[in-house]
């Protein structure tokens, strides 16, 4: 190993955010050596554009100097170089399953992550006094002036500004609750999603648990009340190396996975067809009703266009023989019609194709600077 492949990468982002504690436990788990480095505006926005052509969290510089940006697309390039110890189950249908998992937990979570955050004051008073000092220290301007930017920011693009509404927030909680309820009926019996050692499924859901609902004050302390065993799952994933990872991934469809995909079947799925039709109609807001709950002036976003395409293209990838299986439980738990609904997806031509060195759409339609925190 040269000294540039051992020396250690640069992570840019922020520690309480989204998708940069994803990508922190999937580091840890392969043991690469990385630094964290607080993404700080507005220096890092000129960066970012120029060397990725989108301004997100988290970033990670390479030894040679290269910038990469996409957790899903740095973690699988990661992947291809790093092949010892996977996050991925050989088993081809698990495989499929890990990539529907992980990208419901990227593409859907978010939002009530946000809520629970910025909602409610405890929460916002927390998020918006760590970013305005973590991120926003060399603006010279007084720390309450930046902290309201920072809500006022954080609530127009991602709770309020994105189909959270006070008609809405009841059952955006419940939706949440729901989920808590069948990750603790899994995390009880077994340490992972997928069984005795964690996979990419797991990497997913430690998005939104990892720096925000076992870290917000509000949902932390109702996980600790009712769901304990995700609480515990949280410091578990943290605190799991693979090389030294004891234990397989169970055969077959593990235990809890088909309530998830029903789950997924009923909200994230459907919701993917409705952003389809928005972008296609060209109407960069819209409204749905997912799964009981009506989200008005909901963002459409061109990058989820690609997600869909993505998904079907993992099953697509599945051996022939796997196919009939996965479509099996595809269409018993409510995923196989929304998945194929929309035939003709309205992509870019060419897009995505540079992630994980450049981006072009993911954030297009949404604030640039304080992003997903």
């Not at 609530?155 to 069948?182: C, H, M, P």
């Not at 009926?185 to 648990?209: H, I, K």
């Not at 789950?263 to 109407?283: D, F, I, W």
Request: with cysteine; proline share 7%; net charge neutral.
């Amino acid at each position: 190993m040269t000294d540039q492949e051992s020396a250690p990468l640069t992570l840019l982002g922020s520690n309480i955010s989204y998708f940069t504690g994803k990508m922190e436990n999937y580091l840890r788990l392969k043991q690469i050596p990385y630094r964290l480095e607080s993404m700080r505006f507005p220096a890092a926005r000129k960066v970012l554009e120029r060397e990725l052509g989108v301004v997100q969290m988290p970033a990670i510089i390479l030894p040679d100097g290269r910038f990469m940006t996409d957790t899903t697309k740095m973690i699988e390039w990661f992947e291809a170089r790093h092949p010892e110890h996977p996050i991925l189950p050989p088993d081809p249908v698990q495989c499929f399953l890990c990539h529907l998992l992980e990208d419901w937990a990227d593409e859907w979570w978010w939002r009530p992550a946000m809520h629970y955050r910025w909602h409610y004051a405890e929460g916002a008073r927390f998020a918006s006094h760590h970013l305005a000092t973590e991120l926003m220290g060399s603006l010279s301007l007084p720390i309450w002036i930046k902290r309201r930017y920072v809500q006022r920011r954080q609530r127009s693009g991602y709770t309020t500004g994105d189909g959270i509404t006070r008609a809405n927030f009841k059952g955006v909680e419940a939706d949440v609750a729901a989920l808590w309820q069948q990750l603790d009926a899994t995390l009880s019996q077994q340490p992972f999603l997928l069984g005795e050692r964690p996979s990419l499924a797991d990497v997913g859901f430690a998005a939104p648990f990892f720096r925000h609902f076992a870290l917000d004050p509000v949902p932390l302390e109702l996980l600790r009340q009712q769901a304990p065993a995700v609480l515990e799952w949280v410091a578990r994933l943290w605190n799991t190396r693979l090389d030294n990872a004891q234990g397989e991934w169970r055969e077959g469809v593990p235990f809890g996975v088909t309530a998830l995909l029903e789950h997924m079947g009923r909200g994230y799925l459907p919701y993917l067809s409705a952003n389809v039709a928005a972008v296609r109609s060209g109407r960069k807001r819209f409204t749905v009703e997912i799964d009981g709950i009506r989200y008005e002036g909901a963002r459409y976003s061109r990058y989820r266009v690609w997600c869909l395409q993505r998904l079907r293209e993992h099953f697509a990838a599945l051996p022939v023989d796997a196919q009939p299986e996965a479509e099996a439980l595809l269409k018993n738990t409510g995923c196989w019609e929304p998945l194929w609904r929309d035939r003709d997806l309205p992509l870019l031509k060419g897009q995505e194709q540079a992630l994980p060195f450049r981006g072009d759409t993911k954030m297009v339609g949404v604030n640039e600077t304080l992003l997903r925190q």
